[in-house]
């Protein structure tokens, strides 16, 4: 194998190396970024809707019983049926919203529950309303009701809230773990490349010695003296070389 082959191998090596501990890096933010990037998309969009689907609540319960809590409602009785409606929306949005983002464990149970509480919730809302109601007939269900749907709201918090807990104890605990296991890459990468920087250097140096002392033995040998002082064994070489091409141009001339 040639002098340049084994060079190119152990560049390739070394570059090797390089691109491989560079892989595995970014690999492993790749994958810390996913896991970041599933805690904010899944269950703090969870976590929001809840907050505005409790505000929302609150404000229909108010809305709702305005007929009661209010003497002469009929001042205020388009400002409260429009305020109702504005929550409802912003209720059912959040509603439809958390319906289509279940990624925990009962949360799909707790959701459902949420819908059948809201649906009676509503109709109660709207039954209180009329104008021919009694609403205190309907008071003690209303409160019931509400608190149950209020209820099933906090759990849903509760679940993504505990999600968000557990996937970042597991996201540091990955961490945890790549931090040992790139420092484990690292570690065997600076050994390889301090063998290919011990290894080639000590070859090539050794190679140009062996040749450079076996060039001056010759020139010895051949009655002609080598006056260097420099230890760049390529330059005593290329100086024995040339020592050796003048005595054997000398050694072709004819005589006289």
Not at 216 to 227: F, Q, R
Request: with cysteine; hydrophobic share 40%.
């Amino acid at each position: 194998m040639s002098l340049r082959t084994k060079l190119t191998i152990g560049l390739g090596f070394l570059f090797l190396i390089i691109f491989a501990l560079a892989f595995y890096g970014s690999y492993d933010i790749q994958k810390l970024s996913k896991d970041a990037d599933r805690i904010l998309r899944d269950n703090y969009d969870s976590l929001v809707y809840c907050k505005n689907m409790l505000i929302a609540l609150d404000d229909m319960r108010t809305a709702a019983s305005s007929k009661i809590l209010i003497p002469n409602p009929r001042s205020s009785s388009d400002y409260y049926a429009n305020f109702f409606q504005a929550s409802r929306s912003t209720f059912e949005k959040n509603l439809d919203a958390e319906k289509n983002n279940i990624t925990e464990i009962h949360e799909r149970e707790d959701v459902a529950e949420l819908n059948d509480y809201y649906t009676l919730f509503l109709n109660l809302c709207v039954r209180m309303n009329r104008l021919d109601a009694n609403p205190s007939l309907y008071f003690n269900d209303f409160i019931s009701t509400y608190s149950n749907a209020r209820q099933r709201i906090i759990s849903i918090n509760d679940i993504n809230m505990q999600a968000i807990e557990r996937k970042n104890l597991s996201a540091k605990h990955d961490a945890s773990s790549m931090i040992v296991s790139m420092a484990a890459a690292g570690a065997i990468c600076i050994i390889l490349a301090f063998f290919y920087f011990w290894y080639f250097p000590f070859y090539i140096s050794n190679t140009m010695s062996y040749l450079s002392n076996r060039m001056k033995e010759l020139l010895k040998n051949l009655g002609i003296t080598l006056d260097t002082h420099t230890r760049d064994e390529a330059f005593v070489l290329l100086q024995a070389i040339s020592l050796l091409e003048n005595k054997l141009t000398k050694a072709r001339k004819p005589k006289g």
